[in-house]
Every structure is written in structure tokens, then in C-alpha cells.
């Protein structure tokens, strides 16, 4: 009996002394115009979380490249989170080069890593041109189908899949290093492993950023983003009274 009691305690200290196995993560996104975005759903794909044949369709066209270029926008690329930064948001720092998408390998920007299922990592696009600003819809595939969602500013205790906050905001709380313990974790939903927060730039003159959460799912997993964008309002001029030219 004895024998039996320490062979069980022996493999108790072998599975904890024994490092987890990592799991293989890729993430894939690319940043599109709103009326590009637009003209793939269907009525009932607006509402927010909603999955559908148009939003399929949709990932079918970027899977194969046949979303023509144009619909791209090609300065807002995705990059990965310094520790300090992974940190704020309770992720760990991952290491994983980026490959540009919209050139011949295909239209996503896409990243591998390994990574320990139950962590979450952190992944970055801060626009580097000025138009478009406004950061108006995404599409998340995390586990389940791509599903749409509008940006939202919520309560405390409140849970959305994409939340926006004022920028300043952000990196305030980044740079204490307590956003998430203090803020996101009541706010962000991370039950299909991914969501988003939307920092709302307070000069609209310039754009918004985005931050991506990934939850680590215990098998291999595809992530995917998809962000519409446009011009802010302020950007849309009036037309003017026509002149009538006299002779």
C-alpha cells in the first residue's frame, strides 16, 4: 500500500516539475474600407456578434486573395506588444515575426507563436498615415466563426468583445501598468479567445489605434481580425452652393 502511495506522489512531482506542452498560435489581420466590409453582409450580420454566410464569404475572398487591393489599407499594420506593454494588459510577451500581407504571399498580415494555453498575448496597429480615422467596425474569429462588432464604451462589469476607450486613457493605464487589473478584465469578453479595445484618438483629426487580446486556446488555433475603417465626420465636407456663372 505504501508502494502504491509513493508512486503516486512521485508522478504528482513529476507532472508539476514537467514544463506544459506549447501549442502552435497564428494570427491573421488585415485593415479594409468600411463600404468594402459593408458589401459582404447580409441584414441580419449587423447586429453586434452576429455570424453569417456574408461574413463567410468575407474570409473566404481574403483566404484566397480575391478581395481586390484597393479595398485594402496598407499603412495600419499589426505588431507585436514590448513586455511592458504586454504586462498592462495581463499577457505575456510573445515572440513572432510578422509577415505583411497585400503583396504576393496573400492579403493578411499573419504571425506564428508558441505559447502556453490560458496565457493571453497582445498584438498592436497603430495607423502611421492620417486618413482614414475612424475605426467603425470589426470582425473577430477566434473559437467559433468571424462574428462583426461595433466598437462600445461600457460600464464597469459590462462585457463587450470590442471596447472603446479615449486613447489617453490607454496609454495612462499602460504605463502604470494596471489596465487590465483595474479596468479590462471587468470589461473586455474574452469567451470566444480574442476581443479588442479601440483606443478613440482625442485629436479626431488623426486615427484611432487598435489592441488586440488573444486568449490562448488549449489546441491550435487560427485567430483572425478583420477592421473596417473610414473617414471621421469631421472629414466630410458639404457641398458648396453652385455658382451660377454670368456672361
Keep these: 500500500m505504501n508502494r502504491w502511495r509513493l508512486a503516486a506522489a512521485l508522478a504528482a512531482v513529476l507532472a508539476v516539475a514537467s514544463p506544459a506542452r506549447a501549442v502552435e498560435y497564428r494570427l491573421q489581420l488585415v485593415n479594409v474600407y468600411e463600404g468594402a466590409f459593408a458589401s459582404f453582409l447580409t441584414p441580419g450580420e449587423w447586429n453586434d456578434g452576429a455570424a453569417g454566410p456574408g ?107 470590442v471596447l472603446r476607450m479615449p486613447l489617453s486613457y490607454i496609454a495612462f493605464g499602460e504605463e502604470r501598468g494596471t489596465l487590465w487589473r483595474r479596468d479590462l478584465a471587468s470589461r473586455l469578453d474574452l469567451s470566444h479567445g480574442i476581443g479588442a479595445v479601440v483606443g478613440l484618438n482625442d485629436n479626431l483629426s488623426f486615427p484611432d489605434n487598435i489592441t488586440i487580446v488573444v486568449s490562448h486556446a488549449p489546441v491550435p488555433t487560427t485567430y483572425k481580425v478583420v477592421i473596417a475603417w473610414r473617414l471621421r465626420d469631421t472629414e466630410q465636407q458639404a457641398p458648396g452652393k453652385i455658382q451660377k456663372i454670368r456672361h
Excluded at 489599407?73 to 506593454?85: K, V
Excluded at 506564428?112 to 493571453?120: K, T
Design 55 to 161: 461574413l463567410a464569404r468575407l474570409e473566404a475572398s481574403l483566404d484566397q486573395g480575391q478581395l481586390g487591393r484597393g479595398n485594402l489599407i496598407y499603412d495600419r499594420h499589426l505588431q507585436g506588444a514590448p513586455p511592458e506593454q504586454a504586462r498592462a494588459y495581463g499577457a505575456v510577451a510573445v515572440a513572432g515575426a510578422v509577415a505583411l500581407g497585400g503583396g504576393d504571399g496573400g492579403l493578411w498580415d499573419e504571425t506564428r507563436w508558441e505559447g502556453q494555453p490560458g496565457e493571453q498575448s497582445v498584438w498592436a496597429v497603430r495607423p502611421s498615415s492620417r486618413l482614414p480615422q475612424e475605426l467603425v467596425r470589426t470582425a473577430l474569429k477566434g473559437t467559433g466563426p468571424l462574428r462583426q462588432f461595433q466598437p462600445y464604451a461600457v460600464p464597469g462589469g459590462t462585457k463587450v468583445s
